[in-house]
T-cell receptor, first 113, second 117 residues
Framework: KQEVTQIPAALSVPEGENLVLNCSFTDSAIYNLQWFRQDPGKGLTSLLLIQSSQREQTSGRLNASLDKSSGRSTLYIAASQPGDSATYLCAVRTGTSYGKLTFGQGTILTVHP | GAVVSQHPSRVICKSGTSVKIECRSLDFQATTMFWYRQFPKQSLMLMATSNEGSKATYEQGVEKDKFLINHASLTLSTLTVTSAHPEDSSFYIC?????????????FGPGTRLTVL
């Protein structure tokens, strides 16, 4: 059974800092990995998708890396802003393209001015 | 990206009543939709996989007679919480995989907050 863990559970940083969120998974037979952002009381917004054959993906100030063999992914946020404050969720799709997504518990990020 | 909508966004009902939540893919077709529930400050837990034209697949521990799922078209799946009780109060989120491109990316609805009094 796939298990996904995110560290840290919460993070508070001043504006402008670069930061790293970590995600680890137990079963390396993944199809892809997706990072999401969730604002309080809202649904999920997809940030980055990394296929199992890829090492990293970038979008603006966000960069996600994947090391499938060690079961790890990191989300790097450059020059953080207060608007980045949200819960960040890592989700792993195991097996096929229609396999289930297994979510981590999330990292609650607060960026203060 | 693709858009998934849910209706209603918020519902309050009395214990014992049934509540229907709709999930629609607005600009794509989806043969598969997923229903999740999320308790406060917890992550998403998959409840069931909704398959267009066939029966839903429920996760272990989820009562199929309590959470009725219907996926009658390629753009609509519904979740009905039957005889709702306070412990069913939660945030319900649906998601969909665009067809035929498959599971390359999963898109989520905005969620439905259910409160059972």
């Amino acid at each position: 059974k796939q298990e996904v863990t995110q560290i840290p559970a919460a993070l508070s940083v001043p504006e402008g800092e670069n930061l790293v969120l970590n995600c680890s998974f137990t079963d390396s037979a993944i199809y892809n990995l997706q990072w999401f952002r969730q604002d309080p009381g809202k649904g999920l917004t997809s940030l980055l998708l990394i296929q199992s054959s890829q090492r990293e993906q970038t979008s603006g100030r966000l960069n996600a890396s994947l090391d499938k063999s060690s079961g790890r992914s990191t989300l790097y946020i450059a020059a953080s802003q207060p608007g980045d404050s949200a819960t960040y969720l890592c989700a792993v799709r195991t097996g096929t393209s229609y396999g289930k997504l297994t979510f981590g518990q999330g990292t609650i990020l607060t960026v203060h001015p | 990206g693709a858009v998934v909508s849910q209706h209603p966004s918020r519902v309050i009902c009395k214990s014992g009543t049934s509540v229907k939540i709709e999930c629609r893919s607005l600009d794509f077709q989806a043969t598969t939709m997923f229903w999740y529930r999320q308790f406060p400050k917890q992550s998403l837990m998959l409840m069931a996989t909704s398959n267009e034209g066939s029966k839903a697949t429920y996760e272990q521990g989820v009562e199929k007679d309590k959470f009725l799922i219907n996926h009658a078209s390629l753009t609509l799946s519904t979740l009905t919480v039957t005889s709702a009780h306070p412990e069913d109060s939660s945030f319900y989120i649906c998601s969909a995989n665009p067809w035929p491109s498959g599971g390359n990316e999963q898109f989520f609805g905005p969620g439905t907050r259910l409160t059972v009094l």
